[in-house]
């Protein structure tokens, strides 16, 4: 049948043969089945416009004639929902704009049922930064759990939810749940697909990660910990931490030179944005030998240690912290120099140090 219909060059779907056969006259036909479907009857007249709570009065195309139970005697999908959601007494049916096509046919079966029908809502759908439809194949965001592998908040991740396609009457963009439902009201829906930008999560991710506590913070972060680094091990940096972390899967990179007994340097990464690679060496021992002797080893110790070494040398302050960073965490990027130090501890400090000195005589 469908061939035909693609062959004749006309719409595809069921096209009532069989209504009104006898059982002879249907075995007669190619395709015969013993057992038949169930379908619906939809009149011409069917009615193809209702109420959606979002959009108003909205049309839908005249819908075909829906299988309700198949051949097996399972029912499909349509006939499913209205059944479940009559006996679980839903009174609303919020769901994506795809479903204004079958919304028709729902309600007829509500009608035909003799049930009440509920109100039904129709929300736009969630776009790509380019505007087109997000494939639940492709986009990974389409996967639920790729918000917990990715470690945002799940109070950011309901907040930025709640702004796609809605809007807080004095259009805040940070606000509880509590809020959210407080100012509900289905007039603040728009019908404009709304762009699903993942950056404008993160940052709101980052908004909530601050007002965490310290040691809620600590408590989100341990999970996410390297291999071999506790809780107690960040605790020089858990300030810098806090501030820097818009999601827990961004702790890992920034801690792992502390699970690591070495990090790998270049002389050019040394000098790049640090001091002259000649002063490399000098400055790098000097600064070891006077955290060495450091006690106790703790942050405003080893920065003003450090700018100790600064006048004593009369390098600049930025080109050695910069060479000193390079050295200890095998990047230019890394909490406050004097916190990362503490962390480490006096031990791998200065052996990092003094590595990199040799590595750049």
Known sequence: MREEQQK??????????????????RAELPGFTDQPVVRMYVPDDAKLSFDDLIRGDTNAP???????????????????VVVDDHAMGITHVIRGEEWISS??????????????APRFGHLPLLRNIDRSKISKRKNPAARLT??????????????????MGYSMPDLQEIFTFDELAASFDFDRFNTVGPVFDVEKLTWLSGQYMRKLSAEEFLAAATPWLPTGVTGADIRPILAALHERTRKLSEIPEQVDFLARDTVEVSVESLTKQGLP????PAALEAVAAELSALD??????IEATLDKVCGALGTNRRRLFMTCRVA????????????????????????????????AR
């Open 146 to 163: 790729w918000f917990r592998e990715q470690g945002f908040l799940p109070e950011a991740l309901v907040n930025f939810l709640a702004l």
């Open 62 to 80: 005249h819908p075909d004639d829906q299988v309700l139970l198949k051949a097996d005697g399972f029912p499909t999908y349509h006939m499913a």
């Open 296 to 301: 106790p080893f703790e942050p405003a110790g």
């Open 103 to 116: 919304t028709p046919k729902h309600l007829m079966l509500y009608g035909w049922l003799g049930w009440p």
């Open 277 to 280: 690679a000649a002063d490399v």
């Open 8 to 25: 004749a060059k006309k719409p595809t779907g069921y096209d009532r043969r069989c209504h009104g056969l006898t059982r002879e006259q």
């Open 328 to 359: 200890v965490v095998g990047r230019p990027v890394s909490p406050p120099l004097h916190e990362t130090m503490a962390a480490l501890g006096r031990d791998r400090t200065a052996t990092r140090l003094r590595a990199a000195a040799a590595l």
